[in-house]
Nanobody, 115 residues
Framework: QVQLVESGGGLVQPGGSQRLSCAATGIVTSRSFMGWYRQAPGKEREFVASITSGGDTNYADSVKGRFTISRDSAKNTVYLQMNSLKPEDTAVYYC?????????WGQGTQVTVSS
């Protein structure tokens, strides 16, 4: 059974940092196309960042230069380091995996950027 479990969300002040984790079971993250998405209230889910099995990364323009996606193969975990957070980064953040031909989603973790 495949599970993606996100953690690390919470309340952070503008300008602060937060690191999200996505721990995977049932798939191998180093052989998967892994990504982070987010969904703000009243908005559609949007792409944030991705990392390929080869380690190539891609970012939405809105987070480029502030967010970093990475992977720890030994822990089978993908991370999203978020710096210089803004109120508009407030959303539920979801981990997504494309493994073989199937897509899997985590349950999401709330990130709130507010003073």
């Amino acid at each position: 059974q495949v599970q993606l479990v996100e953690s690390g969300g919470g309340l952070v002040q503008p300008g602060g940092s937060q690191r999200l984790s996505c721990a995977a079971t049932g798939i191998v993250t180093s052989r998967s196309f892994m990504g982070w998405y987010r969904q703000a209230p009243g908005k559609e889910r949007e792409f944030v960042a991705s990392i390929t099995s080869g380690g190539d990364t891609n970012y939405a323009d809105s987070v480029k230069g502030r967010f970093t996606i990475s992977r720890d193969s030994a822990k089978n975990t993908v991370y999203l380091q978020m710096n210089s957070l803004k109120p508009e980064d407030t959303a539920v953040y979801y981990c997504r995996a494309l493994f073989t031909t199937r897509i899997y989603w985590g349950q999401g973790t709330q990130v709130t950027v507010s003073s």
